[in-house]
């Protein structure tokens, strides 16, 4: 468990489920204030009730990323109750798999929007508030769809890569603010519950069957990268299932 003075306060970005969730409880077991976003209020209500049920310290927000609004509130609400921001976990992700021939465009857009605009929106509402006290950490969740392309993730990689490319152009421009990006690989969530051609989901969703690793392994690289000293700054972790191709 970490000091108080140890202790960051941690935005974290689609806490509702899957790789966020797990990363809020595993950096609320390290001492750390967790601050959790998501759509579904019911569920960060839960988790937040367990952290602090665990001894750890937790605060939600409905939080949307694709609205720019919305995630400046979020940020701006747990600058104002604690003082800073020291993390910023940009998590938040949808993935609907389908051939670019099957044109389902506005799936393509949602990606876009929150895979891509999300974490820019939630670099956005964090970079003027590090800037100021010359100091933070962005962790952005990207994926080995950011390293490799295949069939019916044209678009979700897209995102990824672009995920990947702007948190390096941020790494270069940043003398005080640590950058990271976490790559997961097969990881069990509920990434392939929602959306794509039917028949695209349920062949990722047999390979994760199969494959995945569960959420906490993520959150513990997530937990590793923010763990290093100031100076220190882990830019990128892939992690993935040892039997992933
Ligand atoms: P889940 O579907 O379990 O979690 C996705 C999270 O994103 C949910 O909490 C969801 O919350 C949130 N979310 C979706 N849309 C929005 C929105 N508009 N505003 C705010 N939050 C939103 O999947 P994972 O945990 O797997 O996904 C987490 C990240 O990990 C994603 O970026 C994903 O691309 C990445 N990833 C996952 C892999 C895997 O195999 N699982 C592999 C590689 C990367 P809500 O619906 O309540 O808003």
């Not at 750890?56 to 600058?79: I, K, N, P, Y």
């Not at 044109?103 to 929007?113: G, K, S, T, Y």
């Not at 990006?181 to 097969?186: A, L, N, R, T, Y």
Request: proline share 3%.
């Amino acid at each position: 468990m970490n000091t108080t003075s140890d202790r960051k306060i941690v935005l974290i970005t689609g806490a509702s489920s899957g790789i966020g969730a797990a990363t809020a409880r595993r950096l609320g077991a390290d001492g750390h204030h967790v601050v959790l976003g998501a759509r579904r209020l019911d569920r960060l209500t839960t988790l937040a009730d367990g952290i602090r049920a665990a001894g750890g310290r937790a605060d939600h927000q409905e939080l949307d990323v694709t609205d720019l609004e919305s995630v400046r509130a979020f940020a701006g609400v747990a600058h104002e109750r604690h003082g800073r921001v020291d993390v910023i976990v940009n998590n938040a992700g949808v993935m609907a798999l389908s051939t670019l021939d099957a044109r389902r465009v506005d799936e393509w857009n949602q990606m876009i929007d929150v895979n891509l605009r999300g974490t820019l929106h939630g670099i956005a509402a964090v970079l003027p508030l590090m800037k100021a006290r010359g100091a933070g950490h962005i962790v952005n969740v990207a994926s080995t769809s950011a390293h490799r392309v295949d069939p019916t993730a044209a678009v979700y990689c897209a995102t990824k890569y672009a995920v990947w490319a702007l948190s390096e152009g941020l790494r270069q421009e940043s003398r005080d603010i640590r950058v990271s990006v976490v790559s997961p690989g097969f990881t069990r969530s509920e990434l392939t519950d929602r959306g794509g051609d039917p028949e695209a989901q349920a062949a990722a969703r047999a390979a994760a069957e199969q494959l995945a690793i569960p959420a906490s392994a993520v959150a513990d690289a997530i937990a590793y990268a923010i763990a290093q000293p100031d100076g220190v700054d882990a830019n990128e972790v892939i992690i993935r299932p040892t039997a992933q191709g």
